[in-house]
């Protein structure tokens, strides 16, 4: 029996990521930034064992348009599954078409059916925050984490010891002074409560393959305006040369391959 997960989408116009926790063929959405039908073409197109209707559950990081399109409203009334939001966020969730039906609310952690144990840990990005999502299963430790300013001693304790780590590598820095994007856009992202620059990232991820345990490593939401896929893979490989991670960077409309980790799988050398 395996995990697997694979980023069908990520980048400001649209995030979602596929994560199966055996070979079931069910699987769960963490966020729904593309719409019903995007996600449908993408696990087509990444040949996933997962089929559109054996989504289980969505898990949404925040209400933001990237990350919850609407168009799900009418695809969750016709054929419901549980949208877990992190309690503070169930208002807007509503006001943003979560259908209260769907609406699943939950504090620090909580177990997914037999499937999953499942951890929240609050992360800063604007307003009131994203949610960075820890799930235990039998077959893999996996962690996701997007939209935030900055690494918590929180969010790294929480995120020991994975089998699969994915983690946005937003912007360079160089890149972002140098955009024609305006003053307050900019502190905006860069401010702590934003996005994490690449070196922000690749220090989380030096912290969390320290001891080996991560065999795939994915980078989420580049920006298609300050960042750059070949200066990201040079940067982590100049930075981590030891990581025994492979490095997968997400694509803004393709699915990446669909990764696998077995429990007793050896990490790779
Ligand atoms: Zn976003």
């Known amino acids: 029996m395996s995990a697997s997960i694979c980023v069908l989408g990520s980048s400001s116009r649209g ?137 918590s001693d929180e969010l790294l304790e929480a995120f020991a010891d994975l089998d699969m780590l994915s983690i946005e590598s937003n912007y360079d820095e160089e890149m972002q002074r140098n955009s024609p994007r305006p003053a307050f856009l900019k502190q905006r992202i860069m401010g702590g409560r934003g996005h994490l620059s690449n070196v922000q990232s690749v220090e989380a991820v030096r912290a969390l393959t320290a001891n080996g345990s991560v065999r795939h490593l994915v980078l989420l939401h580049l920006s298609q305006d300050c960042n750059c896929p070949t200066l990201v893979r040079e940067f982590f490989h100049a930075q981590l040369p030891a990581i025994k991670a492979s490095l997968t960077i997400s694509r803004p409309y393709e699915p990446t391959p669909i990764l696998c980790v077995r429990r007793s799988e050896p990490a790779i050398a």
Request: aromatic share 6%.
């Open 15 to 151: 995030n979602a990521t596929a994560i199966s926790f055996d070979d079931s063929g069910k699987f769960i959405l963490v966020d729904a930034g593309l719409t019903p039908r995007g996600v449908r073409t993408a696990l087509v197109a990444a040949s996933a064992t997962a089929r559109f209707h054996t989504l289980r559950a969505i898990f949404l990081t925040h209400l933001d348009r990237d990350h919850w399109s609407p168009s799900w409203a009418r695809q969750l009334q016709r054929a419901p599954v549980p949208v877990i939001v992190r309690r503070a966020h169930a208002e807007l969730a509503l006001a943003s078409g979560v259908p209260a039906e769907c609406l699943r609310p939950m504090d620090a952690a909580f177990a997914l059916g037999k499937t999953a144990d499942v951890r929240l840990v609050k992360v800063p990005h604007d307003e009131i925050g994203s949610t960075a999502f820890r799930f235990d299963s039998e077959n893999a430790h996996i962690g996701h984490a997007t939209d935030l300013g900055s690494v």
